[in-house]
């Protein structure tokens, strides 16, 4: 019995050594670190948004997100601007007669002479006047000036080349201001009333998009 028990002496040692060697470690391993010990992210990744990273979609424009709207904003005032008057100093059968202040390059002022009248009737009531002339873009020929009294017609007609300009046919009043209609495809007559008595220039117009040779007639 001796013998056997200092024959097994030394592996009972040697396993219970490697069972306190292993209750040891698992120890070891199930210790919770220290928390100055624990590793934290750098600021530079963890830090929140400040709102001087944020963009106002109103004052800067973003690459990553753009601002959609409904509906385009409108400029009053340019709308009001681009809104054409209608006179009543000058009226026209059947349609309106527009305003303006702007006025074209003049190409010419002439009062046309005897020579080119071609009919005279009723002792001069009514007069018809032969004119023509060629035309750049935005410039105009004025004849006249002649004074008419409240319900005085006068009549232009007129044809010109090419076909794809258009003009402007009106009356200038003494302050400056053209009444006027516009007509396009290489003819057009106008028959203007005054409706406020004046000298007036009756004005030929070439708005383009071409320069152009015209001919035709002014009744007064």
Sequence with gaps: MLCYLKRIAPVFLATILLFTFAVTAVSAAGEKAPLDKIPTLPKSIISEPTFSSMVDLEKEKSERVSLISSSPMVNQSETENNEEKTSTKVTAQGESVYVTKESPKVNQSVKPESEEQITTQDAGILTTYQIGGSLAVDK????????????????????????????????????????????????????????????????????????????GYITI
């Design 140 to 215: 105009a020929d004025l004849y006249g000036p002649w004074y008419f009294t409240n319900g005085k017609e006068v009549s232009v007609s007129l044809s010109w080349t090419p076909t794809s300009s258009s003009i402007r046919i009106g009356l200038q009043d003494s302050s400056g201001i053209i009444h006027y209609v516009t007509r396009s495809g290489g003819s057009g007559t106008v028959n203007f009333t005054v409706n406020e008595a004046d000298n007036y220039h009756i004005v030929i117009w070439n708005i383009g998009p071409n320069a152009i040779n015209y001919n």
